[in-house]
């Protein structure tokens, strides 16, 4: 056995999600750069109020496995895009299992269409949706 999940992604026992920006265009079936993601910019931690929106989205982005770009308060520069010496698994195996997460104020009505890159093969299964913000 090659220990990989055939059916879902992933390494076998290694559950993860992410979720990240896509596109309003119906057309483009994949996310946004983070520093193309505009609706987090609207968005503000009520647990790490010292995030900017981009700290927020890469968060989101890894499922936690990066807490911020460069550390905050509530994050270590050690666990930061910056700082942390290992990259992250393209499968997300190496994300922890829980995430920490935030409690998000919205700043701004809109909304994102987002995607999770883990569960979602391009082609047979995706996990994508709307949220709205009224």
Request: proline share 3%.
């Amino acid at each position: 056995s090659s220990g990989i999940n055939a059916e879902y992604g992933g390494t076998a026992g290694t559950d993860r999600s992410n979720l990240l920006q896509m596109s309003d265009d119906v057309g483009k079936n994949y996310p946004l750069e983070i520093k193309h993601a505009s609706f987090w910019s609207g968005v503000e931690s009520l647990t790490d109020p010292h995030a900017s929106g981009t700290d927020i989205a890469i968060g989101f982005a890894s499922s936690g496995y990066y807490c911020s770009e460069k550390g905050t308060k509530m994050c270590p520069a050690s666990e930061s895009v910056e700082k942390k010496h290992t990259d992250i698994n393209n499968q997300l195996n190496n994300a922890p299992a829980s995430y920490f997460g935030h409690v998000l104020r919205f700043k701004r009505k809109g909304h994102m269409n987002y995607i999770c890159t883990r569960n979602n093969s391009f082609s047979n299964r995706s996990q994508k949706g709307t949220l709205w913000i009224k």
